[in-house]
Every structure is written in structure tokens, then in C-alpha cells.
């Protein structure tokens, strides 16, 4: 799975929570400025891609900011 692919995938899942054991919540620096979001987005796809239960574990980036901006 390819990092586009990972993060439409962590946002089709948000709506079935319920359905893993675990949801890790990967967190950037509070100003949310452009390093921190790559950075916060890139661990997640790291997490997800080298989880040996994916299907257990959910890894969301989240972001500090509006969503009006995204």
C-alpha cells in the first residue's frame, strides 16, 4: 500500500471504529506548520506499513488545525 492509498484508507475507516482493538493517534507539533503535518502523516504510514496485525490497528495522523483548511 503506497502513502496516498494508506491515508484514504485510515480516512474510509474513521466511520467503523469500533471495529479494531487498538487506534494509535499520531500527533505533530501543536502549530501544525508543514514540517510537523509530513511529519505526523509519514509515521502513521510508517506505523501502518510495518504493523504486523493491521487489521487490528488502526494509525491516524491527526492534525491541529481547522478543517476548513484541508
Known sequence: ???TDCLNYVKSQLSDLVRFGL???VLGNEACDLDSTISACVYAYFLH???PTNNEVL???MLQTKPSIF
Do not use: A, K, L, Y
Open 49 to 51: 506499513s510495518t504493523c
Open 1 to 3: 500500500m503506497n502513502f
Open 59 to 61: 494509525h491516524v495522523p
Open 23 to 25: 487506534i494509535r493517534i
